[in-house]
Structure formats: structure tokens, C-alpha cells
């Protein structure tokens, strides 16, 4: 077929770039304490990562990003958040920030001192020219938010 091995080589390059963005996380995520590998997000959008890279994923709404969540939701959040001292909690590019500053306000009226660690990228990728518009650029900026605020 016309162009097939140029598909096929460009499929060869981006599988090496995808591998060595997986070495990359995974050498990233070892900056950060074990007990210190607790991901807080409105919704549950980073089971995978969690999973590939032994990272605790709590998400407030489950899977939906249309679901309401509730005060019963808020308050298992923050009780695990208290309860494994989680350093900060992080806002999603395409999930309302009011979900995640109730969360941190149950935390803060709990005495912990949680802060918002910045936002991930979950069901978008960035803003052509903002570092985050390729899959490969929205992972090591989401890599490089979580690291920095959770070691």
C-alpha cells in the first residue's frame, strides 16, 4: 500500500518516544515517597496512571465528569485525605474547580493543611503552543505538576 512504510517508521519512532516517556514517569514518580503516592482528583479519570506508576488514585466522582457529587462524597474524600496526610490535591482542566475547593475547605476545617498542587490535564489535551497539546507533552506536564507538588 501506498505509504506504508512510512507509516511504518513513523509508528517505530513514536513507539521508542512513548517508551522513553514511560522510563521517564516512572523515574519521575520514584522522586516521590512511597507513603507520599496519593493522587486527589475531581473524578477518577487516572486509574490508568495510578495503576502503571503505583500511585493511590482517589477521585471525588467516580468515573462521570457529569455526575453530581455529593456531601457524602466530600466528606470519604477528605477523610482519607486526612487520614493518609495527602500534601495537596489537584483541580482537572475540564472538571469545574468548585468540586475540588470544597474538598480542600473539608480539609482545612479538619486542621489538615492541604493545598490545590495545579491542574492536571484528564479528558483534553493543552492549548496549541502550551507545552501540553501532544499526548507526550500532556504527560510529563501532568507528571511534572504532580511530582513537584507531592514530594
Not at 522513553?20 to 522522586?31: D, E, F, I, P
Not at 488514585?57 to 456531601?71: K, N, P, R
Request: net charge neutral; hydrophobic share 45%.
Amino acid at each position: 500500500a501506498a505509504g506504508a512504510e512510512v507509516y511504518q517508521q513513523n509508528g517505530k519512532r513514536y513507539g521508542v518516544e512513548l517508551q522513553a516517556l514511560h522510563q521517564w514517569v516512572l523515574a519521575q514518580v520514584a522522586l516521590v515517597p512511597k507513603g507520599q503516592r496519593v493522587l486527589v482528583t475531581a473524578h477518577d479519570a487516572f486509574g490508568y496512571f495510578g495503576r502503571a506508576y503505583d500511585i493511590e488514585v482517589l477521585g471525588l466522582q467516580g468515573i462521570s465528569t457529569v455526575a453530581e457529587y455529593g456531601v457524602n462524597d466530600v466528606v470519604r474524600i477528605v477523610d482519607l485525605i486526612v487520614e493518609k496526610k495527602v500534601k495537596a490535591i489537584f483541580v482537572e482542566s475540564s472538571v469545574p474547580v468548585r468540586s475540588i475547593e470544597a474538598v480542600r475547605q473539608g480539609c482545612l476545617d479538619r486542621g489538615a493543611k492541604v493545598t490545590i498542587g495545579g491542574t492536571l490535564y484528564s479528558d483534553a489535551m493543552g492549548a496549541v503552543g502550551s507545552g501540553a497539546d501532544s499526548y507526550v507533552g500532556m504527560v510529563r506536564s501532568n507528571v511534572n505538576t504532580i511530582v513537584e507538588a507531592l514530594k
